[in-house]
């Protein structure tokens, strides 16, 4: 069974630090882009980072850019978000994802692979 399981959520105050780990199961996705999405109450689903399989391509939303960083390891079949000077707004369900290619990568909708069950992020002001 193909999955990806995130963790490392959690309730930290405005500034702290969390670093959330995404663990795929049932194949190898060291071929796949690997990303990072969030979805707060009443919010639609939005990208937050995303990394090719190589490593070689980052990208970030406005939004978190300077603050998070998204990295990979495939030998361990994992992708990481390391989440520095959080804010308020942050708060909401991580999830991870996966998808073939590089194309529309800010797109959920373009994410038609695997999706984590997510894991939830609380910044208290």
């Known amino acids: 069974q193909v999955q990806l399981v995130e963790s490392g959520g959690g309730l930290v105050q405005a500034g702290g630090s969390l670093r959330l780990s995404c663990a795929a199961s049932?194949?190898?996705?060291?071929?796949?882009?690997m990303g990072w999405f969030r979805q707060a109450p009443g919010k639609d689903r939005e990208f937050v980072a995303a990394?090719?399989?190589?490593?070689?391509?980052?990208y970030y939303a406005d939004s978190v850019k300077g603050r998070f960083t998204i990295s990979r390891d495939n030998d361990k079949n994992t992708v990481y978000l390391q989440m520095n000077s959080l804010k308020p707004e942050d708060t909401a369900v991580y999830y991870c994802?996966?998808?073939?290619?590089?194309?529309?990568?800010?797109?959920?909708?373009?994410?038609?692979?695997?999706w984590g069950q997510g894991t939830q992020v609380t910044v208290s002001s």
């Open positions: 994802a996966a998808k073939f290619g590089w194309e529309n990568i800010a797109t959920p909708g373009e994410w038609n692979g695997y």
């Open positions: 990394i090719s399989w190589s490593g070689y391509n980052i």
């Open positions: 049932g194949r190898t996705f060291s071929g796949d882009t």
